[in-house]
């Protein structure tokens, strides 16, 4: 299978003082495309930060990260915005809507960051809104809707574009149960029928029980990669 | 343009997140631009009243002498009346009115005292195009023609040689030939008005006293005043072009109290923007950065999405660009209601004999600004703001968006 995501001797050591971090440890992993994973840990195991280099939000202290075939190493600010602009769909865990801005308009303003003609990308912006289940809602704004149709636009959102990943950090943290399994399985559905890349960051096991493949993070080192033939929650 | 396109509305939602902060950056910058516009306004119109005031006595916007009057001003510096192109551009529409005049020291015997005084001779029908003498007779009459043999002088002048209307007075000078010349005129007029400066003058026609100087058909001056619309400058330059053996001179030169006041006007406008703008701009970048600060992870947000560093500091340059904008359209609004329906005229009503007394004359201030100043005034502010708000924008920009998602 061809690797979206590529990481060789990835590390990330911060600097407090005279003090030296390691936040991320020597990590090489792959993330294949049609990937559903899950990348988990406690807190402080440095799954934000992985996800947060591959992502290029965060520049690695050494090592490489090779999205959909370009690496990262050497861009500069302007790049990267780039590759995550092209190529990587964000759902942040809180505050992840421009909240002047209606639910067709979120979706329709990475679109328009890519010069997408307008009759195209609304007829996309509402494609990808009624694949995540708000058809009917794409004129309002985030203050009117609940935090779980919020994360099904930050969902549309992220793949509006068609990215080659998916990049989620703790999707369902602030959900409440119901609204959170829904989620998950809005996410796990579409990955199954469109094949879209996800990787999640998450501690939630309902989340991790969605999965086809889990990694587990401790202290900086991938310490799981596995992968099960189906996930265990149907 | 695209970006502007997908920012601006953005932009100006975004302003309108924090309501009332908005309304009071707007209120201080429409404030602030009604003032300066305003005043501007005021100054202008109280500069325009004192030096149409001092120009419109004796000085005119130009004079033509004969080289070293000015320093002596003296029956043997005299020269002839305008003729051949001096005259054809005298008459031209560049120019609204002259007069030739003869103006030398002389003094003023009256039964009980005597003064020194300039005795002014003109002709009276084309005084009246450079000077509002003629129209301030406060009792008797102006001259009637270049013949008159009557005499017009100032109230304060009458009062102090105890003398008044209808009452003979002598009037003595050195004529041309050197000897001293004197004749009795009798007082046809007394001017009124507030003018201090007038009292030292003595005005007669001219004929009588060409004669009386022995000066044949010679003169000692001709003032002129340009038209509306048109540039002194220019056509002092043409005069000075067709005679340059004359002294000719702009009322800079002659009038230079006229002169300092209109750059002092210029100056307080000046210094009046520049207070305001400071206060502006403490206002426009202390909103801006407070904006920016909670924004914070909004602003790492659009970066994460893939916005460039570049568009984040145009998005809050925009922001700040569409707040400063819409209070100088506000403020430029306020101020042309406010000095529109003045055009008319100010009247000064009780305060017009003490502004009198600073030369703004006539009992009314025209409030004026010119088109241009308007606008060029206004996109100044807007600009200036604009660029104080860089600030912000800048540190907005630079946000790196791993540290503003996690901002709190």
């Known amino acids: 299978m061809t690797a979206i995501v590529s990481c060789r001797a990835l590390t990330k050591t911060y600097v407090q003082g005279t003090l030296e971090v390691p936040a991320v440890r020597h990590i090489d992993l792959d993330i294949e495309q049609g990937d559903f994973a899950t990348l988990a840990g406690p807190s402080g195991s440095g799954k934000t930060t992985l996800l947060n280099m591959i992502g290029g939000l965060d520049r690695p202290t ?147 029980a969605h999965t086809r493949r889990h990694i587990e993070m401790t202290d900086g080192r991938v310490t799981l990669d596995e992968r099960r033939n189906r996930a265990i929650a149907a | 343009m695209k970006r502007l396109g997908l920012l601006a509305p953005i932009g100006w939602r975004n302003l309108w997140r924090n309501p009332r902060r908005t309304i009071i950056t707007l209120v201080v910058v429409s404030v602030g631009m009604w003032s300066v516009l305003t005043l501007s306004a005021m100054v202008q119109a109280i500069v325009t009243s004192s030096k149409n005031t001092a120009l419109r006595q004796l000085t005119g916007e130009g004079q033509i002498h004969a080289p070293g009057y000015l320093d002596d001003p003296n029956v043997s510096r005299s020269m002839r009346a305008p003729s051949g192109t001096v005259l054809a551009i005298l008459n031209s529409s560049s120019v609204a009115g002259w007069s030739t005049r003869i103006r030398v020291p002389a003094v003023i015997q009256s039964e009980y005292r005597s003064r020194a005084v300039m005795l002014v001779a003109a002709d009276p029908t084309r005084e009246r195009t450079v000077s509002d003498i003629p129209g301030q007779i406060e009792r008797g009459r102006y001259l009637l023609d270049t013949s008159d043999t009557g005499l017009v002088i100032g109230r304060e002048l009458a009062a102090r040689l105890r003398t008044r209307l209808g009452k003979r007075v002598i009037v003595m000078a050195q004529a041309s030939d050197g000897h001293l010349a004197e004749y009795g005129f009798t007082i046809v007029g007394i001017l009124g008005g507030s003018q201090e400066s ?62 300092t006041l209109e750059s002092v006007s210029q100056a307080i406008v000046g210094i009046w923007l520049l207070i305001m703008f400071v206060l502006m701009a403490i206002g426009i970048v202390n909103t801006q950065l407070m904006a920016v600060f909670e924004r914070t992870r909004e602003l790492g947000l659009f970066q994460a999405l893939g916005m460039r560093p570049r568009s984040v500091l145009l ?94």
Do not use: C
């Open chain 1, 62 to 208: 050494s090592g490489e990260v090779i999205v959909d075939g370009t690496s990262l190493a050497g861009l500069d600010n302007n790049a990267l915005a780039d590759i995550r602009l092209h190529k990587i769909g964000f759902v942040f865990q809180t505050y992840s809507l421009i909240p002047v801005l209606s639910a067709e308009e979120n979706v329709e303003f990475i679109l328009r960051l890519l010069d997408v003609p307008v009759d195209e990308r609304r007829a996309r912006s509402r494609e990808v809104l009624h694949q995540v289940g708000l058809a009917g809602m794409e004129n309002r704004r985030p203050a009117r809707l609940s935090g779980g149709q919020q994360q099904r636009v930050a969902v549309a959102r992220a793949l509006g574009p068609k990215p080659a990943i998916v990049l989620a950090d703790e999707p369902t943290a602030n959900l409440d149960s119901k609204t959170a399994e829904e989620l998950i399985e809005l996410m796990s559905g579409l990955n199954q029928t469109s094949g879209i890349t996800f990787l999640i960051a998450t501690h939630d096991s309902r989340v991790i």
């Open chain 2, 198 to 259: 007038l009292n030292g003058f003595v005005f007669a026609a001219r004929a009588p006293v060409q004669k009386l100087l022995g000066m044949d058909d010679q003169i000692s001056e001709t003032a002129f005043a340009s038209a509306p619309g048109a540039n002194i400058d220019t056509v002092i330059s043409r005069l000075r072009a067709a005679a340059p053996r004359l002294d000719i001179q702009s009322w800079q030169t002659l009038a230079p109290l006229a002169a």
């Open chain 2, 315 to 408: 998005l809050v340059a925009l922001e700040s660009a569409l707040l400063v904008g819409t209070g100088v359209l506000l403020g430029a609004l306020f101020a042309a209601l406010t000095i529109w329906p003045l055009r008319n005229g100010l009247d000064l009503g009780r305060y017009a004999e003490s502004l009198a007394h600073y030369g703004a004359g006539g009992g009314k201030l025209f409030p004026q600004i010119s088109a241009s100043s308007f606008f060029a005034l206004s996109l100044a502010v807007w600009l200036l703001g604009v660029l104080a708000a860089l600030w912000p924008a800048r540190a907005a920009a630079r946000v790196s968006p791993v540290e503003a998602m996690s901002h709190a």
